[in-house]
């Protein structure tokens, strides 16, 4: 696996994504998959992602729940373009989640 492909992986992991019915961090599945120093990293990198995500300003005004949820990724695959699209996923799937 590249860097990428952990990262990719870990956010899927950390979230919970397809497996779980809600988002929910659980450091415990990062930690099994890549071990506790890589996973230790990789939650850094992945708490500083899901903060830039929580800092995207949102005009309510204009947008319903899936179309900010949609800007905020498009937003976050900017500035992370080797983002996979399931983790993408993940990262909306969390957001709409934190903002209903």
């Not at 949102?58 to 695959?77: K, P, R, Y």
């Given at each position: 696996m590249?860097?990428?492909?952990?990262?990719?992986?870990?956010?899927?992991?950390?979230?919970?994504?397809?497996?779980?019915?809600?988002?929910?961090?659980?450091?415990?599945?990062?930690?099994?998959?890549?071990?506790?120093?890589?996973?230790?990293?990789?939650?850094?990198?992945?708490?500083?992602?899901?903060?830039?995500?929580?800092?995207?300003?949102?005009?309510?005004?204009?947008?319903?729940?899936e179309?900010?949820?949609?800007?905020?990724?498009?937003?976050?695959?900017?500035?992370?373009?080797?983002?996979?699209?399931?983790?993408?996923?993940?990262?909306?799937?969390?957001?709409?989640?934190d903002?209903?």
């Amino acid at each position: 696996m590249n860097n990428n492909e952990e990262l990719n992986r870990a956010i899927v992991l950390y979230l919970g994504f397809g497996f779980v019915p809600i988002p929910r961090l659980e450091r415990e599945r990062i930690i099994n998959e890549f071990g506790i120093e890589k996973a230790t990293k990789l939650e850094s990198f992945i708490n500083s992602i899901l903060e830039e995500l929580g800092r995207i300003n949102i005009d309510w005004s204009i947008h319903t729940l899936e179309s900010a949820s949609q800007v905020a990724c498009l937003e976050i695959h900017r500035l992370y373009p080797n983002l996979s699209d399931v983790a993408l996923r993940a990262l909306e799937w969390k957001i709409t989640f934190d903002w209903r």
